[in-house]
């Protein structure tokens, strides 16, 4: 009889992005022998700026069928084309970077976490009133620069506190998790989100802007009150806790962990960079919207700001130089994956299947309402985001198709743009791909059916608000 350390049941691994996204690319290739290649007239929009498909106007075309060195090449091309050197995602790619550089180099200074952990340390014997406060702060974060993976070093900082208070671990992963998370849901200026979708969509990131305010503050009011709620009830009597079976072990486990003392002081200099981050992000709308700024003037005023923040922390040149590097390391993946996913419809084009696609799709929608056509895309990228949990990467893979399906609907591409950002925000609440998710409940010690358990009432009420958000503004448009 084999023994129980012999025993090793196999465990399903689920496929990670580039994975798929390759994938994605073997079967868009295979499609272009099979799916008819066609194309539609275009003419100029002065609008958006570009070449937009006239509906009417498909009709087929010699195909152009893709095999195993266009597939190889694909990723590459995803980026820029090898044939004309013409710029394809390279800008979206190195201003992601050049963004992780920036964020790398605040992070260095200490002034997110001492602003936080300041916060934790004045709501001390009020900690009711810290549920509101950090989930604002979180979802700041979440809505600017899609604040994700950097959550994770808090966990173990409030899961204490908040344990103390009478609350359990449920309620800490909830106000760092949702905080962010519904940031992220509402993003307004997020890079990874906001402005590459709406870079694939053909328009600017500020259209769409009041609609996602909207949708932020609605789902944040919401995420709160729920979780507040929660927390009482759980305050009043911890039996009502969906972990009260492990509460003593909890107790004992966070009692250990890094005290609020350990952390850096919340200093002047931390003011000041935070202000400058801020600040940052404002001057970023100002030049999109009134100077005509785009990729190359969004990533110079990145590198600046990284220089000056580095500069009025006194990081020195080494270590500014470092965190930097460091900073855009981490985004390496995402910058990759941007290639990748752009490298899909550089296939789509040159097999001239993605007009064939839009075709059917023009034909599908034909009919719809705006408002069933609206939420039709939101159930969509619902379904993609669980493939697909890179917010960027979802963007450079679905906006080039459902943005021009929006011009046949009557719909405007932003609103295309909002539907796909408030799907993938609100997958990433509970998606078990993604691996900020499954990394903050393993910290809590939150099993996963149990997390999905707390969350069904709360995904409810956002899909409603959501999808009555999206309705209503299809309606108006």
Known sequence: ?????????????????????????????????????????RVASDELGRDVPVPGTYQEVEANPQGLFDVLMAPIAGLYSPDTYEANAIDIALFVLVIGGFIGVVTATGAIDAGITRAMKRMTGHEKWMIPILMGLFALGGTTYGMAEETLAFYMLLIPI??????????????ILLGAGVGVLGSTVNAFATVIASDAAGIPFTEGMVLRLVILVLCFIACVAYVMRYAEKVRKDPSKSIVYDHREEDKQKFATSRPLEEVETFTGIHKLVLVLFGLTFAVMVWGVLMGGWWMGEMTALFLAASIVVGLVARLGESRLVTSFVDGARDLLGVALIIGLARGIVVIMDAGMITDTILHWSEEMVTGFSTVVFINVMYWLQVMLSFFVPSSSGLAVLTMPIMAPMADFAGVGRELVVTAYQSANGLVNLINPTFAVVMGALAIGRIPYERWLKFMGPLLLILTVIISVCLSVAALLA
């Open 1 to 41: 009889m084999a023994t129980s350390s012999e025993e090793k049941p196999s465990r399903f691994r689920f496929p990670s992005a580039f994975t798929i996204l390759f994938l994605l690319i073997v079967v868009v290739a295979a499609m272009t022998w099979i799916v008819p290649a066609g194309q539609y007239e």
């Open 162 to 175: 908040i344990i103390a208070a009478g609350y359990d671990a449920v309620t800490a992963v909830a106000i």
